[in-house]
């Protein structure tokens, strides 16, 4: 089945930095999802992007299908958009597969 | 508002007990899914079910059981033969299209049921 990884594992940043977290996935998907989990555990849908780039807010994505991989921008990073980020890529025609996600931290 | 309900928030197992974690949506979505999260992990699919009177074992089925008697309704047992059940547990959901386009739709989360043992 389809593998995903995410990369960095870990990041760090400065209230008001900019990053880009990446999405590898070993087989080509027809969708994409990104999902921000807060320290509480909820999982919130950023986007679903399986081509193209996406904005919402201080927030990017882009999905390049024909090459296996998606990045998610995030710009003026504030100590809310911390939590762990997921992407998950479609296996077969109803199962996901979920990357082992990026921690990010934002410091004030 | 249309959602996802996962109850209770918290639940704690003694050993050789079953427990049941319900999920509840009013979405009106034909697809359910129920997923476990490790500390520190990422999320790994335990079943999901296309249709009602319908479910699949997804990758770490032993020690699990679902039932799909309704749509809105897709409650996961965990039962004694589970040895390690201590995990964040996640419901989710999403809508089909019909035929040949179910893949075209974003998955919805629940909050989550956290399990402990006692």
């Known amino acids: 089945g389809i593998q995903v990884e995410q990369s960095p594992p870990d990041l760090i940043l400065q209230e008001g930095a900019n990053s880009t977290l990446r999405c590898n996935f070993s087989d080509s998907v027809n969708n994409l999802q990104w999902f921000h989990q807060n320290p509480w555990g909820q999982l919130i849908n950023l986007f679903y992007i399986p081509s193209g780039t996406k904005q919402n807010g201080r927030l990017s994505a882009t999905t390049v299908a024909t090459e296996r991989y998606s990045l998610l921008y995030i710009s003026s990073s504030q100590t809310t958009d911390s939590g762990v980020y997921f992407c998950?890529?479609?296996?077969?025609?109803?199962?996901?597969?979920f990357g082992t996600g990026t921690r990010l931290k934002v410091l004030a | 508002d249309g959602g996802i309900t996962q109850s209770p928030k918290y639940l704690f197992r003694k050993e050789g007990q079953n427990v049941t974690l319900s999920c509840e949506q009013n979405l009106n979505h034909d697809a359910m899914y129920w997923y476990r999260q490790d500390p520190g992990q990422g999320l790994r699919l335990i079943y999901y079910?296309?249709?009602?009177?319908?479910?699949q074992k997804g990758d770490i089925a032993e020690g699990y059981s679902v039932s799909r008697e309704k749509k809105e309704s897709f409650p996961l047992t965990v039962t004694s033969a589970q040895k390690n059940p201590t995990a964040f547990y996640l419901c989710?959901?999403?809508?089909?299209?019909?035929?040949?386009?179910?893949?075209?739709?974003?998955?919805?989360f629940g909050d989550g049921t956290r399990l402990s043992i006692l």
């Open positions: 998950a890529a479609p296996s077969g025609t109803y199962k996901y597969i």
């Open positions: 989710a959901s999403r809508r089909r299209l019909g035929q040949g386009a179910p893949q075209h739709q974003p998955q919805h």
């Open positions: 079910s296309q249709i009602v009177n319908d479910f």
